[in-house]
């Protein structure tokens, strides 16, 4: 590139071909959230570098104001048009599947319409549909910014750049420190977002002033290898929340910045490539149909995982991500022909199915609009009549990353008062030690939630650094450390443990046709296999649910008595087809381990787990009327033994093969977070087999949760006075409180 401008058609094409490449990894990184995606082809830094350049252009033909009022129409005319599809698809999942999950959050209304700030819908599908609209909040404040952010790049670049810079790294290292009287809120993140996105739209300024082009290439090429460095050197030295470049200002402006620069000195390259007709036919309608397609093609991603989550079986490695593509781009391609054409209406130009179709069809987007609204209300509803969501999390599309969340919760979840308030007790961290600060951090959550009493425990890189017991019991007396409580059905971890140890022997297969079991020759067993009975998936009715518990609970004493009532219930559902959570299937897996083995249950606990992990203030009580417990619940044990085991069973997997335990971690399943012996804890990422990714796995009792999570190695163990589920709001407060300590913990042992 040598010196001068370049022409009017060569910048146009340039431009639009780098909106291209932008809005095709974007559709790649909402699809698939790996976070590797998002070091390649900076996205967003280079969409506001192009609406930067026609921005200037416009302005100054036009001037700001007629500017100002084109671009709104261009943005928010498509937005309702998609605000009124969405919030009828949210309506009718609420009255298909009424929950909180699925509640309409109407009061959000005005950021739909107008969005100053980020546009809010229910959770349901993660709140996929108004996740990615956060872009349109950012791209809101750059249009009604950009006549004085003009003016002022124009008149003083230097000082311009300079404190939009020093704001970017400024914010990012202040939002760190303990101090920091604004981390529980999302102002300082946004005043970041827009100092960031200035710096590009002021590029993209300059760009269509001409200066950039007075570089040569070998300056961009030197300017985007250094920038690489630089930002090589943030990730590998500076906190980057999951890796993920968006989720840090710093890391998003210097890996921006490389690809920008590397795109100029390579612009006379990209010009002419997309110079050619088949390329630049698709580059045309890819700009005209633009906002259409970072509005939709969220929606396509919906189907397309809600389609492929239909199969029976794992696809192939490779095979999912093909697939998930494919739909992605049909899908996207079905829903931007339908009302592509607003964007036309828009823009007040002729309308069109697609740009290259005005000619020919100028008037037939209506009927064609009506049909894709028809595919995708049909398709995409369907996610609503799976099985209820369960209260460890559903798996979801990996939702677009912005402000990293603190702590990381279920992906779409409301930030609740109590992860305010967490956030904000977090801080004393560098204060006082990891002890101080975590026994802070829980006092505060008590206190937030009303909670009377915790016993907790944490156990990092396989050594405990905390145990603690804090609060009172129900009846007002303090809570101590040693006291025992009752594990209910994290008792299944102790079953399934004992399943795989026999599998590990070649005592037991997982996937061979389950044997009658002799205690209970009634039971059918056709269809069903130890894998099934692990992961819930038989269909077996849950004991409580059966009309002989619920017409005299007292009845139900041990494991045939409530299997009894089970057997004359009809299967949920055909075995292999569904996972729901039942209690009735680790009580026939505790038959199963007697039958094999000759052995009690309790002598099985004893000498396999108790004996061995040294957990010696850990019993098993007998079955209650009622309350069967045997393999499904009864452990009795203390914070420091249930951690233990915790670790032993989650992270050490003793006894177990890796390929077990791989196994025992990995689910297909996206309308339950249920594996074979393990709950899933999200956020969560579908990987290229179709299995899930999830941020933790462990399980939960009526009061109690143990959790591991493998990517900074931490095992948390809790038992709360006061349900983990009651009210409905409380297990969002758990997931709040442990993604809070790992982080606390993280800040604690970094570096060893």
């Known amino acids: 590139m040598g010196s001068g401008a370049i022409g009017e058609r060569e910048r146009e094409r340039f431009l639009d071909a780098v909106r291209t490449l932008a809005v095709l990894r974007v559709i790649v990184w909402h699809a698939f959230g ?5 070091y390649v082809l900076s996205a967003v830094p280079a969409m506001f570098f192009v609406t930067g350049s026609l921005l200037a252009r416009s302005i100054d033909r036009h001037g700001a104001a007629r500017t100002i009022t084109d671009r709104l129409r261009r943005m928010l005319v498509p937005l309702w048009v998609f605000t009124a599809v969405a919030f009828a698809v949210m309506s009718a999942a609420h009255r298909i599947s009424p929950s909180d999950v699925t509640a309409v959050p109407r009061d959000a209304i005005l950021n739909w319409l107008f969005p ?5 819908g229910s959770t349901w599908e993660a709140g996929w549909l108004s996740s990615p609209l956060w872009y349109l909040r950012a791209l809101l404040w750059m249009v009604l910014a950009a006549p004085l952010l003009l003016r002022l790049v124009r008149r003083a670049p230097w000082t311009t750049f300079g404190v939009l810079l020093a704001a970017v790294f400024a914010l990012d290292v202040a939002a760190r420190h303990p101090t920091w009287p604004m981390q529980q809120t999302r102002g300082p993140w946004l005043i970041g977002d827009f100092a960031l996105y200035a710096i590009f739209v002021g590029l993209g300024f300059l760009h269509r002033d001409g200066r950039l082009t007075q570089l040569r290439r070998r300056t961009w090429t030197f300017a985007g290898l250094t920038a690489a460095g630089a930002a090589a050197l943030w990730v590998f030295t500076q906190p980057v929340p999951r890796n993920v470049v968006n989720d840090s200002h710093p890391a998003h402006l210097l890996v ?6 590397l795109s100029l000195a390579a612009s006379p390259a990209i010009e002419r490539v997309a110079a050619r007709r088949s390329v630049s036919a698709f580059i045309n309608a890819m700009n005209s149909r633009s906002m259409s397609v970072y509005l939709w093609h969220s929606a396509a991603i919906i189907v397309g995982y809600q389609l492929l989550w239909r199969i029976p079986v ?13 739909l992605t781009a049909i899908g996207t391609f079905t829903l931007v022909t339908a009302f592509g054409w607003i964007e036309d209406l828009a823009a007040r130009r002729a309308s069109a199915l697609w740009p290259a179709l005005l000619a020919r069809h100028p008037h037939r987007s209506g009927s064609v609009a009506l049909a894709g609204l028809a595919v995708f209300a049909l398709v995409g509803l369907g996610g609503v009549t799976l099985a209820p969501l369960d209260t460890a999390g559903s798996v979801k599309p990996p939702a677009p990353s912005q402000q990293p969340p603190t702590p990381t919760v279920t992906a779409g ?9 967490l956030a904000l007790a977090a801080r004393s961290v560098s204060d006082t030690g990891l002890t101080g600060a975590l026994t802070t951090l829980i006092d505060q959550w008590l206190t937030t939630t009303g909670v ?7 156990m990092k890189d396989g050594r405990q650094v905390y145990a603690a017991a804090l609060g009172t019991t129900a009846t007002g007396q303090k809570l101590g450390l040693a006291d025992l409580f009752d594990t209910w059905s994290i008792t299944k971890t102790y079953t399934a443990s004992l399943v795989y140890r026999l599998v590990q022997d070649g005592r037991l297969n997982l996937d061979d046709p389950l044997a009658p079991i002799t205690k209970l020759t009634a039971l059918d067993t056709s269809g069903l296999t130890v894998r099934m009975l692990l992961d819930h998936s038989t269909g077996l009715v849950p004991y409580r649910d059966t009309a002989a518990y619920l017409a005299n609970p007292t009845s139900i004493t041990d494991a045939i008595s409530a299997l009894k009532g089970v057997l004359i219930e009809p299967r949920q559902f055909a075995p292999g087809t569904r996972h729901v959570y039942s209690s009735s299937n680790y009580l026939v897996l505790g038959l199963l381990v007697e039958q094999v083995t000759g052995a009690s249950y309790d002598q099985l606990l004893h000498d396999w787990l108790l004996e061995p992990n040294g957990l010696d203030h850990t019993t098993h009580a007998a079955g209650l009327p009622g309350s069967p417990n045997f393999s499904t619940g009864g452990i009795v044990t203390d914070i420091v033994d249930l951690v233990a085991w915790a670790q032993a069973y989650l992270v050490d997997h003793v006894g177990i093969s890796n390929a077990l335990y791989e196994t025992m971690t990995t689910t297909v399943d996206p309308t339950s977070a249920l594996g074979a012996g393990v709950i899933g804890y999200c956020p969560c990422v579908a990987n290229a087999r179709g ?3 999830f941020a933790a796995v462990g399980y939960g009792g009526s009061t109690t949760e143990i959790q591991f999570a493998a990517e900074d190695n931490t095992v948390i163990a809790v038992n709360f006075t006061q349900s983990i589920w009651e009210p409905g709001s409380r297990y969002q407060d758990v997931v709040d409180l442990f993604g809070t300590i790992r982080a606390v913990v993280d800040a604690h042992t970094a570096g060893g």
């Open 691 to 693: 299995t899930i990714n």
């Open 34 to 38: 790996v976070a590797a995606i998002t």
């Open 452 to 458: 009377e009493g915790a016993q907790i425990a944490v």
């Open 116 to 120: 100053l700030a980020d546009p809010r």
């Open 413 to 421: 979840a409301r930030r609740s008062d109590t992860a305010v308030a």
């Open 256 to 261: 921006g910045f490389a690809w920008l620069s």
């Open 314 to 326: 794992a696809l192939p490695y490779g095979l999912f991500s093909a697939s998930l593509l494919a």
